[in-house]
């Protein structure tokens, strides 16, 4: 492939075709998401007070911020770095929501299988390889195929910053419309295999 030449803030890069496509239909597809109206639940705050009770111990206030944040937007990044507490909100997130929602369709995913194992033993919740929740099977090219859509009301994605380019942009485009997704990592931490720093470029 040819390079391309792309300016933003008045600097130029330079990209691959498919990668600066990928990149610029992942933001326009994120900004898709987020217009989705929601409305914070009318229980939360006593929710929280539940769970503090419950646990013994009471959320800092950026933490409750957090929560409130991620239970009330159509699209949300957790990052901090190791001991922030983002595994304990994971659980948080993932109790109070299934508290208030029995019905609706939970998805819990991180890109790798070790990833998805830690995030289904510290929440309690099942969870699986990105892949296996996308549906994508490789093909004897060593080619994925098309993404299946997350028949899910809130996705919770652990470890985002492994995520690269072509993996965040099949699971962009695999969320339905309405649906709550929340993206959990740190940019410090194991960067993605394949092109494309997607948590950093997010955050």
Same mark, same amino acid.
């Given at each position: 492939d040819e390079m391309r030449a792309c300016t933003f803030d008045g600097t130029k890069y330079i990209y691959l075709p498919d990668l600066l496509s990928a990149?610029?239909?992942? #933001? +326009? $597809?994120?900004? !898709?998401?987020? @217009?989705?109206p929601t409305e914070s639940p009318k229980t939360l705050e006593s929710d929280i007070r539940v769970l503090e009770l419950t646990q013994g111990f009471e959320y800092a206030p950026l933490q409750r911020e957090a929560i409130r944040l991620a239970l009330s937007s159509r699209v949300m990044v957790l990052t901090g770095g190791p001991g922030t507490g983002k595994t304990m909100l994971q659980k948080a997130l993932l109790g109070i929501y299934s508290r208030n929602h029995p019905s609706k369709e939970i998805v819990c995913c991180a890109p790798t299988g070790r #990833? +998805? $194992?830690?995030? !289904?033993?510290? @929440?309690?919740?099942?969870?699986?390889?990105?892949?296996?929740a996308l549906g994508l099977i490789a093909g004897e090219d060593g080619e994925y195929g098309d993404p299946e859509t997350l028949d899910a009301d809130l996705i919770l994605v652990d470890e985002v910053s492994m995520l690269d380019i072509y993996l965040a942009g099949d699971l962009f485009d695999s969320v339905k419309p309405g649906s709550q997704l929340i993206l959990i990592g740190d940019a410090d931490q194991l960067p993605s295999v394949g092109p494309g720093a997607v948590l950093s470029e997010m955050i």
């Open positions: 990149e610029q239909d992942i #933001a +326009a $597809r994120l900004g !898709e998401l987020a @217009t989705f #990833a +998805a $194992r830690r995030m !289904e033993q510290s @929440t309690g919740f099942p969870a699986s390889t990105v892949h296996k």
